[in-house]
């Protein structure tokens, strides 16, 4: 009998906490089944676990997430576009006692969380109304939190005015913003399948150790530095570790932008600044940068499989060890680098114009580099002594590869032979 009485108890509680679907329409009826006009009101009657399904119209709303839910755009009538676009931004801060003060902008904001699924939407942060770097500005923001980006297309995190702030790091308006505030984690992310564009300094931030992350077939593009402020695709910082792979990233070239002006207003596809042990760059592709992957601080990195072409001002692959004083123990590895130009005396002066450059006394140390492909560009590879570099292959370049630590002051003049 008490058994029976268990069973029928577990039963019941099983069926308690079954997650609910909750549909969201306009009142025009695209849906018909939808119990909610606003998604705003169906999280405000969500429970833990529910999925939102959120039927095609623009919705003028700015969203903040604190419990596991999953927001999905589907499709009706043969319309599958859900815009979730809010007409005018507002602060909004993480409400943990332990976040200190950061206010922020965001279309969807998640804080404090975990499980928390976004998918299928086109998402819309050009209503915004940040200027400067003091309040953050993203398209979507986790906060101390965990979950999913998928399939999204994400794109409006432009500031007002641009050139209102300009620091490089972290500079302002992401695609897709991952940090932690007073926590420490762990806390992971996937972010995979989305279009991410018209955003001002990075498609995708990782800042933080604590994150995981996983960013993956994303096609990010911008428009490079003749917005006059630095761009950069997928961005990992300070201790966040990251699996960044099979996305296609395409940013802009210095035009008629002089290469030493373009320099301090570049653009770049990947970066590691500072990431954390392990992280990981493969199979991307990246066009039209001035540098591909910049590696400026890590440990136990693979830069693996990536094709990069069309690169001005600097290079396929920059590596430096400034942002945490060393990039050691990494491997780079089979990378085809096409195209990084002019060969001209720029690359002598500015030490760069190469497939893959190490920067000497940056604390680079104990790297393998092997088996990369470069073609066409003023060196295969500049290494440092400390590296090892093995069998490549460098063909229509001047110089196939040369020790750095030897020029700490200019490359050898470029002369044709």
Same mark, same amino acid.
């Given at each position: 009998?008490?058994?029976?009485?268990? *069973?029928?108890?577990?039963?019941?509680?099983?069926?308690?906490?079954?997650?609910?679907?909750?549909?969201?329409?306009?009142?025009?009826?695209?849906?018909?089944? #939808?119990?909610?006009?606003?998604?705003?009101?169906?999280?405000?009657?969500?429970?833990?676990?529910?999925?939102?399904?959120?039927?095609?119209?623009?919705?003028?709303? @700015?969203?903040?997430?604190?419990? &596991? /839910?999953?927001?999905?755009?589907?499709?009706?009538?043969?319309?599958?576009?859900?815009?979730?676009?809010?007409?005018?931004?507002?602060?909004?801060? $993480?409400?943990?006692?332990?976040?200190?003060?950061?206010?922020?902008?965001?279309?969807?904001?998640?804080?404090?969380?975990?499980?928390?699924?976004?998918?299928?939407?086109?998402?819309?942060?050009?209503?915004?109304?940040?200027?400067?770097?003091?309040?953050?500005?993203?398209?979507?923001?986790?906060?101390?939190?965990?979950?999913?980006?998928?399939?999204?297309?994400?794109?409006?995190?432009? *500031?007002?005015?641009?050139?209102?702030?300009?620091?490089?790091?972290?500079?302002?308006?992401?695609?897709?913003?991952?940090?932690?505030?007073?926590?420490?984690?762990?806390?992971? /992310?996937?972010?995979?399948?989305?279009?991410?564009?018209?955003?001002?300094?990075?498609?995708?931030?990782?800042?933080?150790?604590?994150?995981?992350?996983?960013?993956?077939?994303?096609?990010?593009?911008?428009?490079?530095?003749?917005?006059?402020?630095?761009?950069?695709?997928?961005?990992? #910082?300070?201790? #966040?570790?990251?699996? /960044?792979?099979?996305?296609?990233?395409? @940013?802009?070239?210095?035009?008629?932008?002089?290469?030493?002006?373009?320099?301090?207003?570049?653009?770049?596809?990947?970066?590691?600044?500072?990431?954390?042990?392990?992280?990981?760059?493969?199979?991307?592709?990246?066009?039209? /940068?001035?540098?591909?992957?910049?590696?400026?601080?890590?440990?136990?990195?693979?830069?693996?499989?990536?094709? !990069?072409?069309?690169?001005? #001002?600097?290079?396929?692959?920059?590596?430096?060890?400034?942002?945490?004083?060393?990039?050691?123990?990494?491997?780079?590895?089979?990378?085809? !680098?096409?195209?990084?130009? &002019?060969?001209?005396?720029?690359?002598?002066?500015?030490?760069?114009?190469?497939?893959?450059?190490?920067?000497?006394?940056?604390?680079?140390?104990?790297?393998?580099?092997?088996?990369?492909?470069? $073609?066409?560009?003023?060196?295969?590879?500049?290494?440092?002594?400390?590296?090892?570099?093995?069998?490549?292959?460098?063909?229509?370049?001047?110089?196939?590869?040369? $020790?750095?630590? @030897?020029?700490?002051?200019?490359?050898?003049?470029?002369?044709?032979?």
């Amino acid at each position: 009998m008490f058994k029976n009485l268990f *069973l029928l108890i577990a039963a019941s509680s099983c069926v308690s906490l079954q997650a609910a679907t909750l549909i969201v329409g306009p009142s025009q009826g695209v849906c018909a089944n #939808a119990a909610y006009s606003s998604i705003t009101a169906a999280l405000a009657a969500a429970k833990s676990g529910d999925e939102i399904d959120i039927c095609p119209a623009l919705y003028s709303e @700015q969203l903040t997430i604190t419990q &596991p /839910v999953t927001l999905k755009g589907i499709g009706a009538n043969g319309n599958n576009r859900v815009l979730i676009q809010p007409a005018a931004m507002t602060n909004v801060q $993480n409400p943990s006692p332990n976040a200190p003060y950061t206010p922020s902008q965001a279309v969807i904001s998640v804080f404090n969380t975990s499980d928390v699924v976004i998918e299928d939407l086109a998402i819309d942060a050009s209503m915004n109304t940040v200027s400067g770097c003091a309040v953050t500005l993203a398209a979507i923001h986790f906060s101390n939190a965990s979950g999913r980006v998928a399939n999204n297309a994400i794109s409006g995190a432009q *500031l007002s005015n641009p050139l209102s702030c300009t620091t490089l790091f972290p500079g302002n308006g992401f695609g897709v913003q991952v940090d932690t505030t007073g926590q420490t984690g762990p806390f992971t /992310v996937s972010i995979s399948g989305n279009t991410i564009h018209d955003f001002n300094r990075n498609g995708v931030l990782l800042n933080g150790a604590g994150i995981t992350a996983v960013v993956s077939r994303n096609v990010i593009s911008g428009v490079g530095p003749s917005t006059g402020y630095s761009q950069f695709g997928v961005f990992v #910082a300070l201790g #966040a570790v990251a699996r /960044v792979t099979g996305n296609i990233v395409s @940013q802009g070239n210095c035009g008629a932008i002089d290469v030493n002006d373009c320099i301090k207003v570049r653009s770049e596809g990947v970066v590691f600044r500072a990431a954390g042990d392990g992280s990981v760059a493969d199979s991307n592709t990246i066009t039209d /940068v001035q540098s591909g992957i910049f590696l400026n601080g890590a440990n136990k990195a693979q830069i693996t499989n990536n094709v !990069i072409m069309n690169v001005d #001002a600097l290079d396929g692959i920059d590596v430096q060890g400034t942002a945490s004083g060393y990039f050691t123990n990494s491997v780079i590895s089979g990378n085809t !680098i096409s195209h990084v130009f &002019p060969i001209s005396s720029i690359d002598s002066v500015n030490e760069s114009g190469c497939g893959i450059n190490e920067y000497s006394g940056t604390g680079v140390a104990q790297n393998v580099i092997l088996n990369n492909t470069v $073609n066409d560009a003023y060196c295969g590879v500049a290494f440092v002594t400390a590296d090892q570099l093995l069998t490549g292959t460098y063909v229509n370049t001047l110089i196939a590869s040369l $020790n750095a630590d @030897q020029y700490p002051n200019a490359f050898p003049p470029v002369v044709e032979p």
